[in-house]
């Protein structure tokens, strides 16, 4: 079936240093979605990306499609305590049906 | 607007009773989607539901099934459970921008059976 890998599985960095996960996908996605889950929480949209080579910034996370619609990735530049959490990429392979990554799990060290 | 709740938030049942989960979307959010989160598969989607049909499903046995009602709110039951239904369910409402739905997730409920 149509899967999302994701990578790393866990990342642990100290307070002020930058943080990135990828998604990768063996088949082309329409769009992917990116999910913020903090602990005990449930995920909270992101932002979505649908252009080949498309990238998004918010604050200081930064959001790319590749230019094949087959990766993504997420980077946090100078991490914060409030980042902590999962970050999960979500891809869409043409239906509204979204197919979740494993999630990274991002632990700040202060 | 009010979130998407789902009820109850913790469930405690035994092996082969069956469940059912509610779920209420966002006002004005006609798809609500089921979801599976366990520390080890992470979240699997188990079905969608647009106007009172399910749109789009899962890879999840006949066990699992669903329903949506003509007010939006959605449920899903489990019968016959087992050992590793033990999860924590969640539901998503989504509304239509333009390209792609963004889903609002509930806070789920945290199914245990033992």
């Known amino acids: 079936g149509q899967q999302v890998m994701q990578i790393p599985q866990y990342q642990h960095v100290q307070e002020g240093e930058d943080f990135t996960t990828y998604c990768n996908s063996s088949?082309?996605?329409?769009?992917i979605q990116w999910y913020k889950q903090r602990p005990g929480g449930h995920p909270v949209f992101l932002i979505q990306?649908?252009?080949?080579?498309e990238v998004k910034k918010q604050k200081r996370l930064t959001f790319q499609f590749g230019e094949a619609k087959k990766n993504s990735s997420l980077h946090i530049t100078a991490t914060q305590t409030t980042d902590v959490g999962t970050y999960f990429c979500?891809?869409?392979?043409?239906?509204?049906?979204?197919?979740f990554g494993t999630g990274t799990r991002l632990t700040i060290i202060p | 607007k009010a979130g998407v709740t789902q009820t109850p938030r913790y469930l405690i049942k035994t092996r082969g009773q069956q469940v059912t989960l509610s779920c209420s979307p966002i006002?004005?959010?006609?798809?609500v989607s089921w979801y599976q989160q366990t520390p080890g598969q992470g979240l699997q989607f188990l079905f969608e539901?647009?106007?009172?049909?399910?749109?789009n499903k899962g890879n999840f046995p006949g066990r699992f099934s669903g329903r949506q009602f003509s007010n939006s709110r959605s449920e899903m039951n489990v019968s016959t459970l087992e050992l590793g239904d033990s999860a924590l369910y969640l539901c998503?409402?989504?509304?239509?921008?333009?390209?792609?739905?963004?889903?609002?997730f509930g806070p789920g409920t945290r199914l245990t059976v033992t």
């Open positions: 006002s004005g959010h006609r798809s």
């Open positions: 088949t082309t996605l329409s769009n």
């Open positions: 990306l649908v252009k080949s080579g």
């Open positions: 998503a409402s989504s509304i239509y921008r333009t390209g792609y739905y963004e889903q609002y």
């Open positions: 539901y647009f106007s009172e049909t399910q749109r």
């Open positions: 979500a891809g869409s392979f043409g239906n509204e049906k979204l197919t």
